[in-house]
């Protein structure tokens, strides 16, 4: 199977090829826009593996929540592949990835991902027993009170450390921590078995915030 995973909705750009159980990867961090890297990065793997894009099994991406441009970016890439080449794909929120990768790092399942969603604002989620829930825009002293047994992932965790803490009752929090295309990889493979294939739905993106113009007049 040859899969290719993309992610663009964060600070981060990140590309994996999946072929022959094995992944071939790109990850950069610190990126303002992504539209100057996806492609190239994309290429890069294809050139690396050996195959190209017409040679795909599927695709999979995260849909959001994140930055506007970020999320647009990696659907309308997805799109483009998949609609030239008849390719059906796969999407998985920005939450559910970062929360997937947690639990695999800290050997836990109870995850609380807070993404810094600007505004004074976080795209919050809880991820436990392999699934996400509570999905939402939340202040920082609105979110889910959890307890001392959680661990909290994600950039809101750095831009509203104090307050999170304090809202949740979680004492120990990573905010370095990103979506990986690699993970979206395993979470696709994990549908693919359970399920018996893709859904073939439209490529379409998950934004959580309709309003960024109205809010920002505040």
Partial sequence: MHLLAIDTCTEVCSVSLYSNQIKTSRFVQGVEKSSGLILPLCDEVFAEVGIEPKDLDGIVYTKGPGAFTGVRMCVGVVQGISFAHDIP???????E??????VKKFNTDKIAVALDARMGEVYWGVYQDQKLTNESLRKPNEIDVLGQDFIGVGTGWGAYEQVLSESSGIGNYEANFYPKSENLIDLCLTYVNEKGGFDDKLPLPTYLRNNVAHKSLK
Avoid: D, K, N
Avoid at 89 to 95: A, Q, V, W
């Fill in 97 to 102: 990835v970062v929360g997937f990768g947690a």
């Fill in 89 to 95: 794909t796969m999407g998985f929120s920005t939450l």
